[in-house]
């Protein structure tokens, strides 16, 4: 990629950051709305996900430093309730929650594994949580069954969304490979303990 092309690599992932910030898109999505907001083609130099991340810390450090730790630890500590409560299907944490780039915005993402698809979903029911039924694309790019519970986070003061991506219980040694930038993609509830333990004297949001 020349020096030009590369600048605009960099600008795309700038902006898309914004959104992923500010507003909690997804990079796929974030990134859609920064190639239409800057009038671009499907031929531009689009930004992989090492250049967005390297771009949302970035945007993050510069923008969001003093509120950001408190609400990263905010929605791990309401993951990590969900996890304890799911815990019969192995739960993992993953996206920003897990890799430490959420905001009051982002949304929480477990995976479930399970041996049967509807087993979650018969838990969810006995315990009287509401859910809204839908399909995502899984780690390995097919469609996977996501449960999307909508729930109080009190450290916030707001309401936030928990998926739950059920997967086949046979999925979970696959899931925990490490990822194109060498980083274990997804963490169970000890790793997330261990986090929020690390992260603890970061202070707590208003």
């Keep these: 990629m020349d020096v030009f092309r590369a600048d605009q690599t960099d600008e795309i992932a700038a902006v898309a950051a914004r959104f992923v910030v500010e507003e909690g898109l997804e990079y796929a999505a974030a990134k859609r709305r920064a190639g239409k907001q800057m009038g671009l083609s499907t031929r531009a130099p689009w930004p992989d996900n090492a250049a967005m991340d390297a771009a949302v810390r970035e945007y993050i450090h510069l923008f969001c430093a003093d509120t950001q730790p408190a609400e990263l630890q905010a929605?791990?500590?309401?993951?990590?309730v969900w996890m304890e409560r799911l815990a019969v299907f192995r739960p993992h944490v993953g996206g920003a929650v897990w890799h430490g780039t959420a905001t009051r915005?982002?949304?929480?993402?477990?995976?479930l594994y399970c041996d049967d698809a509807k087993s979650a979903e018969w838990t969810l029911l006995d315990h009287g949580?509401?859910?809204?039924?839908?399909?995502?694309?899984?780690?390995?790019?097919?469609?996977?069954?996501a449960l999307t519970v909508r729930c109080r986070c009190e450290a916030l003061g707001q309401w936030a969304l928990v998926h739950l991506l059920v997967q086949d219980r046979d999925d979970v040694r696959g899931a925990l490979k490490p990822d194109a930038q060498g980083r274990r993609p997804r963490g169970d509830a000890n790793g997330l303990r261990a986090l929020l333990s690390a992260t603890a004297g970061q202070g707590h949001a208003a």
């Design 105 to 111: 915005h982002s949304d929480i993402y477990i995976q």
């Design 129 to 145: 949580v509401e859910y809204h039924p839908g399909s995502v694309n899984g780690w390995k790019g097919e469609p996977v069954d």
């Design 75 to 80: 929605l791990r500590e309401l993951a990590l």
